[in-house]
């Protein structure tokens, strides 16, 4: 499931807005978005807008990766979701999205995976010689990917995506006014 998006900060906040509207769903009163200390700051605003919770997660200093032990810790009774990037904008590096995922699976909290700067080229370093750990649906625990395709994507400039790994997680994405 697909919905595009007019930039990569849209796609954040809408899988953001669908979670935190699933955590509410199912009686969490505070959600919290964890996330690495390397995140894009979109995950800073949509905690503003949407009345979050950012509880950022430091990075192992010898490889700038999430440090997934940390985020372990992190996951409490408010998480709506969990971030990992591929890669993430800061440095380039992609975060151990398998293990992400697989806390999330344990812990029963969605995983978003923020590819808005290079997920229209990752998806084609195997193909080129230079493989690469699954980081999207391929995951049981992610359950959306955010993508610019503006970016590497060919396409005009104000243009992203946010994939669902299902219909039921992107109707939480919606709002109908009454």
């Known amino acids: 499931c697909v919905q595009v998006t007019s930039g990569g900060t849209e796609s954040i906040l809408m899988a953001c807005k669908a979670y935190r509207d699933m955590a509410l769903a199912r009686g969490v009163t505070q959600?919290?978005?964890?996330?690495?200390?390397?995140?894009?700051?979109?995950?800073?605003?949509?905690a503003h807008?949407?009345?979050?919770?950012l509880r950022h997660v430091p990075?192992?200093?010898?490889?700038?990766?999430?440090?997934?032990?940390?985020?372990?810790?992190?996951?409490?009774?408010?998480?709506a979701m969990l971030v990992g990037s591929a890669p993430q904008f800061p440095h380039g590096i992609i975060?151990?999205?398998?293990?992400?995922?697989a806390l999330g699976v344990v812990a029963g909290v969605?995983?978003?995976?923020?590819?808005?700067?290079?997920?229209f080229l990752i998806v084609f370093m195997d193909a080129a010689g230079f493989p690469?750990?699954?980081?999207?649906?391929r995951l049981p625990g992610v359950t959306s990917i955010?993508?610019?395709?503006?970016?590497?994507?060919?396409?005009?400039?104000?243009?992203?995506?946010?994939?669902?790994?299902?219909?039921?997680i992107r109707h939480f994405q919606y709002f109908v006014a009454p």
């Open 31 to 46: 959600p919290e978005i964890v996330a690495p200390e390397s995140c894009h700051a979109a995950f800073n605003k949509a």
């Open 49 to 53: 807008y949407f009345g979050m919770t």
């Open 59 to 79: 990075l192992d200093p010898r490889t700038m990766q999430v440090d997934i032990r940390a985020m372990r810790r992190a996951i409490g009774k408010n998480t």
């Open 95 to 101: 975060d151990p999205i398998e293990k992400i995922s």
């Open 110 to 119: 969605p995983v978003h995976v923020d590819a808005c700067l290079g997920g």
């Open 132 to 137: 690469l750990p699954p980081f999207d649906f």
């Open 146 to 168: 955010s993508a610019d395709t503006h970016k590497y994507g060919n396409a005009p400039k104000g243009s992203s995506v946010v994939l669902y790994s299902s219909k039921r």
